[in-house]
């Protein structure tokens, strides 16, 4: 038998997703600006071609009806006050999401993004009404306060490469925060007069999805069939009906899949496998589709849908205005052009950075930044970008001239935001090396998401002992994701003389019949000082991991042959596996690999160029002055 490393190329069922749910929400919200910028400008050439035809269209009336009830709205309604509701709903998700599993789980964290959010709508309004005081436009003063989430990550994409990862999840959480808020404002400030029975009858259908959530109701037709008629309510009433897309992603839960779960899902796969029946079928699908929370599932299921097709849509429907050189003249000398470009350029950022200062200095440093000040002021520019939130609220406020004037400022908030962001970037990156490594990640503490330490009496560990980034891997000998990115490792290891590698195990018992066996091999060589040899030596032969071959492994590297059979019966083998185990289901770790940097787990892929990435990101963390 051969004992050269092995090439693993083939990627197999087996191993642990390298995208966060996070990662792919910023990903399509990226990507779905380029889209909306497209939607944006059709709509301005097809309004300035044949305007006519632009309005008619929107304005052609659809309705829906069971027998003598039925909703009749015209196109642009129904996108406003329809699709938009199913963004909201997925805004809504991301931010259950984040209370749950992200960065707001630590219940502190959540302090400083409210109160920047709250502070990053206040003053823009205040700016935009001190503007529209005298002038009878002060109504349309809830357009200039809300952050459009995919231009200002689409933004941060273009002019903030050098950014930490941290600021995208800060722009996030302000978001969050501030399309909350937003929604709030629709309701109650932008609404029809009300209609008291319908409301009613909307606060009441509520309580009832609240009362089935309660009892552990897990159907999603029944939610489903609640929430329309919640909004079909909410709309005859007169509040604007998008409040309830919020309300029901903020209900679902978020949660990561347990090994229990994955398991079960395991063994049903298996009977299917052995009896391939349509009830079977069904039972894997339902057993699958319970290991993963209701809330990844809805947010991998509407997020595309939204950010691709119903949010350009609406920019397709509401941005179709008429440009001329007169009216551009007149729209920058309008009191509401002018309020929302000033709100948006300057009220953003001040409001967001001196809200953070504040904060920060009120709890004497407890609370602090994700980011260094540089960073996040960039993230006020990036923020001081309106749309989808605001050209809802101004064809709420205004109609008419003022309606397009309202219009030409939230698309001005576009180039101002990118031209004043790439302003903040292009200083930072003229500060001095330890000045502008300061200004991008300040001295915040991060989440840490491994839950047992790393203890060199009790750990491999693998590089200096007191190196400044310590590198952990969850693996398993026998899953050929662990041998795809042992090269990765290796070369990680050999660029970087300051970091430490500790292999931790997860036999996945359930498909890998020989990991448990390979690992308490690893533990029987440790005993006689040779774990990383054997360690090596098995992820090299992946596919040869039977109890003869082990034999024939620890031979080869001269072990006591004797002393090699009784450890790998030993409990204390046994033992020191098992902690590794209870350590990963302490930290949520359910597949292989999984890897944690500094204590913070890596959500990316394992190619060298990801974990380097990561690993320099730390480093840079770890220098960082006090």
């Known amino acids: ?20 749910p996070l990662r792919d929400f910023l990903r399509t919200e990226t990507g779905s600006a380029a889209v909306l910028v497209a939607a944006a400008i059709a709509a301005l050439v097809w309004a300035n071609a044949a305007p006519s035809a632009y309005e008619s269209f929107w304005h052609t009336h659809l309705s829906v009806r069971f027998g003598v009830h039925g909703v009749s709205l015209d196109l642009r309604e129904w996108v406003n006050s329809g699709l938009m ?18 960065e707001l789980r630590e219940r502190k964290r959540l302090a400083l993004p409210l109160a920047a959010g709250v502070s990053g709508m206040i003053v823009p309004i205040a ?25 200002a990550l689409g933004l941060l994409a273009v002019v903030g490469r050098r950014m930490p990862p941290g600021l995208r999840v800060f722009i996030l959480m302000l978001t969050v925060v501030d399309d909350f808020l937003a929604l709030g404002v629709i309701a109650f400030a932008y609404s029809d007069r009300i209609t008291v029975p319908a409301l009613l009858v909307a606060v009441g259908t509520f309580t009832i999805i609240l009362l089935i959530r309660r009892l552990g109701v897990r159907h999603g037709i029944v939610y489903a069939l609640l929430g329309v008629l919640t909004w079909v309510a909410l709309l005859e009433s007169g509040v604007d009906p998008v409040v309830i897309g919020l309300a029901m992603g903020l209900l679902t839960y978020a949660y990561p899949a347990t090994r229990a779960d994955l398991e079960h899902a395991t063994g049903l796969f298996r009977l299917f496998r052995e009896q391939p029946t ?19 599932r809805l ?21 179709g205005i008429e440009i001329s050189g007169d009216q551009l003249a007149r729209a920058f000398t309008s009191p509401v ?58 064809t709420l406020a205004f109609d008419g001239a003022r309606l397009d004037e309202a219009k030409i400022g939230i698309l001005g908030t576009l180039l101002f935001s990118f031209l004043t962001s790439r ?129 024939t492994y620890a031979a080869a590297l001269g072990l006591d042959a004797a002393r090699f059979e009784r450890d790998m019966r030993a409990p204390a083998g046994s033992s020191r596996v098992a902690e590794h185990v209870e350590s990963a289901d302490l930290s949520s770790v359910t597949g292989t690999p999984t890897f944690f940097i500094n204590g913070r787990r890596h959500h990316g892929a394992y190619d060298i160029t990801s974990l380097t990435a990561a690993v320099s990101a730390a480093r840079e963390r770890a220098a960082a002055p006090a």
């Open 1 to 20: 038998m051969s004992l050269e490393p092995a090439d693993y190329t083939g990627r197999t069922t087996c191993g642990s997703d390298s995208h966060s």
């Open 85 to 102: 509701t199913l963004f909201f709903f997925v805004v809504g998700l991301e931010a259950r999401r984040e209370f749950d599993m992200g």
């Open 127 to 151: 700016l935009y009404l001190a503007i529209n005081a005298c002038h009878g436009t002060a109504q349309g003063w809830g357009v200039a306060m809300s952050t459009d989430t995919a231009f």
């Open 278 to 296: 349509p009830e079977l079928e069904r039972s894997v699908r339902a057993g699958i589709a319970s290991a993963i929370s209701p809330n990844d």
């Open 299 to 319: 947010q991998r299921m509407f997020h595309p849908w939204t950010s691709y097709v119903v949010v350009p849509l609406f920019a397709l429907a509401n941005t």
């Open 337 to 394: 052009t002018l309020g929302i470009l000033i709100a948006y350029v300057l009220g953003k950022p001040l409001g967001i950075v001196g809200s953070s200062a504040l904060t920060t200095f009120a709890s004497r440093g407890h609370v602090r930044l994700p980011v260094g000040w540089g960073a996040a002021t960039a993230g006020g520019t990036l923020s001081g970008v309106g749309f989808t939130v605001s050209l809802l609220i101004a």
């Open 423 to 551: 302003l903040v970037t292009a200083v930072i990156g003229l500060l001095p090396p330890s000045l502008r490594r300061r200004a991008l990640l300040g001295k915040a503490e991060t989440i840490v998401d491994l839950a047992v330490p790393v203890d060199p009496d009790r750990d491999h560990v693998r590089g200096p002992t007191h190196a400044p980034v310590t590198v952990v891997e969850y693996g398993d000998y026998e899953c050929p994701y662990c041998g795809q990115a042992e090269p990765a490792v290796r070369e990680l290891l050999a660029d970087f003389g300051d970091v430490r590698y500790v292999w931790r195990h997860l036999p996945l018992t359930d498909v890998h019949v020989h990991a448990q066996l390979a690992a308490e091999a690893t533990e029987a060589a440790a005993r006689q000082g040779h774990f990383w040899d054997m360690h090596d030596l098995l992820l090299s032969h992946q596919g040869a991991l039977s109890l003869e071959d082990l034999r």
